[in-house]
């Protein structure tokens, strides 16, 4: 090739390389939205592509800087969980989020529950039409806690993509198998037994397996709050009614085992 042709075509060939790329930047880029970025964290959504079944797979988004925690759907005593309004999206006629098993984080001496690094909150989203576009609106409130305690907003819009692979459908299809797996009160059954301790009007939670549990986070409807902690190879919980011991409720068990997540419904009484 004589030079005069490779000077015409050298920036021929920059010009397509940079067309390739930015059609790919572009691609990349319908798949989730712009983030928005606050005091020690950012949040934004992700799209899993195209929907399956009548709904679309997609997630939230929250990432952590160093030493900063979020928390999960019911932070403890102390604490404040994700708020999602998703009133303004367009042809949705539902959305069901989901949350990962979270951990037991000390949060100068409260413990509370939460997560410590990026996550990934899944996302189901029902449209009213299925022929018709998909747009997510949301307006997040979350909490991003360092040293100190901030709270966190941010307005998210994402159209979902019809068509196309999602660069994410990987990241949010492992989020949605650390999601614990919904267990009827029978099957519950087969999985922990619970017993009343007559003398402080506590819980043992004694797992039957299979595996080895790891932690486990209750859940009650106000005004009621279960504490729950290691209890040797049992847990134990605590009933509270505001600042008092309580003595019956309908609560929700998350047990963390060494064979992944579940959560089932339980009465303390």
Known sequence: MTRSKFMLLAPLAALLAQG????????????????????????????????????????????????????????????????????????????????????????????????????????????????????????????????????????????????????HAAAIADAERLVPKKLTADEAKKRFALSRNAADGSWRLRYLGPGKAKDVFAEAKEPFFIESSHAGEDFELKLFSGAAPAKAADATLTIVTDNGAFEAPARLE
């Open 20 to 167: 390739v790329f930015t059609e790919s930047l572009a691609k990349n880029a319908s798949f989730a939205s712009a983030a928005v970025k606050s005091a020690a964290s950012s949040a934004r959504l992700l799209s899993a592509g195209p929907p399956e079944g009548g709904a679309y797979r997609a997630a939230v988004e929250i990432a952590l800087d160093p030493a900063t925690i979020t928390y999960w759907r019911q932070p403890g005593e102390a604490g404040s969980a994700p708020a999602f309004d998703f009133s303004k999206s367009v042809n949705v006629a539902g959305v069901e989020p989901s949350f990962p098993a979270p951990k037991h984080i000390d949060e100068a001496g409260t413990i509370v529950a939460g997560y410590d690094s990026r996550v990934v909150l899944p996302l189901k989203v029902t449209p009213r039409d299925q022929n018709a576009p998909v747009t997510l609106n949301l307006v997040l409130d979350y909490a991003s806690c360092g040293k100190i305690c901030l709270p966190a907003r941010a307005d998210l819009s994402l159209e979902l993509p019809r068509e196309g692979a999602s660069p």
